[in-house]
C-alpha cells in the first residue's frame, strides 16, 4: 500500500488546513486509516483515525476543531483531515497511516501555525 499525503503549510492562528491521503495498492475492505503527528522534541501522537465503516476517533485537544472523513462509497480509500481553529501547539509533521494485515505510512506533511 502506497499513501500520499498532502496539504500541509503555513498558517496563522486561527486559520484552518485540510490534510489528505491517498492510499493506493492492494486495499482490504476492512480497515483503518489516519494521522498521527511529531512535534520537534515530542513523541509521536495518534490525532485522529477512521475506520473504513466510518468509526471516527481524536485525541482530546483536537475535539472539536479537527474532522476527519474518507471519500464516499466507491473509493474510501481517500482520507482528509479538516483542520480547523489551529493553535501553535498544533506544530508539527502530520503523517498518515494505513493499517488493516499490515500497517503503511505516508510521508509526513509540515503543518506550521505562526501565534
Known amino acids: 500500500v502506497q499513501l500520499q499525503a498532502s496539504g500541509g503549510g503555513l498558517v496563522q492562528t486561527g486559520g484552518s488546513l485540510r490534510l489528505s491521503c491517498a492510499a493506493s495498492?492492494?486495499?482490504?475492505?476492512?480497515?483503518?486509516m489516519g494521522w498521527y503527528r511529531q512535534a520537534p522534541g515530542k513523541q509521536r501522537e495518534l490525532v485522529a483515525s477512521?475506520?473504513?465503516?466510518?468509526?471516527?476517533?481524536?485525541v482530546d485537544s483536537v475535539k472539536g476543531r479537527f474532522t476527519i472523513s474518507r471519500d464516499g462509497a466507491e473509493n474510501k480509500n481517500t482520507m482528509y483531515l479538516q483542520m480547523n481553529s489551529l493553535k501553535p501547539d498544533d506544530t508539527a509533521v502530520y503523517y498518515c497511516?494505513?493499517?488493516?494485515?499490515?500497517?503503511?505510512w505516508g510521508q509526513g506533511t509540515e503543518v506550521t501555525v505562526s501565534s
Open positions: 497511516y494505513y493499517r488493516s494485515v499490515n500497517q503503511f
Open positions: 495498492g492492494v486495499i482490504f475492505s476492512v480497515n483503518i
Open positions: 477512521i475506520t473504513s465503516s466510518g468509526t471516527t476517533n481524536y
